[in-house]
């Protein structure tokens, strides 16, 4: 969802502000894209310190609500987003949305772009209890799409969601919308992605089936962030 279909960054970024402002806290940018694709459980130990879980939750809420103001008149939908997910809908490829932000983030997108009659399956904050790059929102989205993870490849724009994608089984694209090159790149890259590309239309249904059957020897069906 963030980064692959919604080009969420900055409201994020602005919303995390805003909250820090209430809270008398300044959070920087750096501090920001050091956690941006994870899940809120884990960024605001990070971003405010350790507090209880009902404490956490009430700020998470708030947050969350924060961003959506900022997008609900004008959700920011990467170019060609829709298009793809239309092409690989009329290709059969089953569709996933496979997010750490919440049930209502993602809606409210999908809505926007009317495209949700699309997935077969979205999974969000409010279905795991780990959040990437731990594999386990993209495994729970294999299931439901009733796919083995190697018929799976995972289009994501950070390198959290990368790894998670890698520790599932999955073969994983990213998308350079959010993060340079040089972050899945080089001896020092912590995400190894199987393609990398600057834009979604680059990509296309041909495109991720032939990745699926280079690396597995013949793959049906593949899934989407």
């Known amino acids: 969802m963030d980064g692959v279909l919604v080009d969420s960054a900055e409201p994020h970024f602005r919303s995390w502000q805003r909250l820090a402002e209430e809270l008398g806290r300044p959070v920087s940018r750096d501090q920001f894209a050091g956690t941006f694709g994870r899940q809120n459980r884990d960024i605001i130990p990070i971003l405010f310190g350790a507090m209880t879980d009902d404490r956490m939750h009430v700020l998470s809420e708030r947050k969350e609500e924060l961003y959506r103001a900022m997008i609900r008149d004008n959700p920011p939908i990467i170019a060609g987003a ?4 239309e092409q690989l809908s009329r290709a059969g490829i089953r569709l996933a949305v496979g997010s750490s932000g919440p049930r209502a983030n993602i809606e409210l997108v999908l809505d926007a772009t009317r495209v949700r009659e699309q997935f077969a ?18 495994q729970l989205a294999a299931s439901r799409l009733r796919l083995p993870p190697s018929q799976c490849v995972v289009i994501e724009d950070a390198p959290a969601g990368i790894q998670a994608a890698k520790s599932a089984g999955m073969f994983a694209v990213a998308v350079l919308t959010t993060h340079p090159r040089e972050a899945f790149e080089g001896p020092d890259a ?10 979604l239309s680059d990509l296309s249904p041909s495109v991720l089936q032939a990745l699926c059957v280079s690396g597995s020897g013949g793959a049906e069906a593949c899934s989407q962030r």
């Open 190 to 199: 912590s995400a190894k992605h199987d393609q990398i590309v600057n834009r």
């Open 121 to 138: 399956a979205i999974i969000c904050a409010e279905d795991v209890s780990r959040g990437k790059p731990d594999p386990q929102v993209f």
């Open 82 to 85: 829709v298009e793809l997910v």
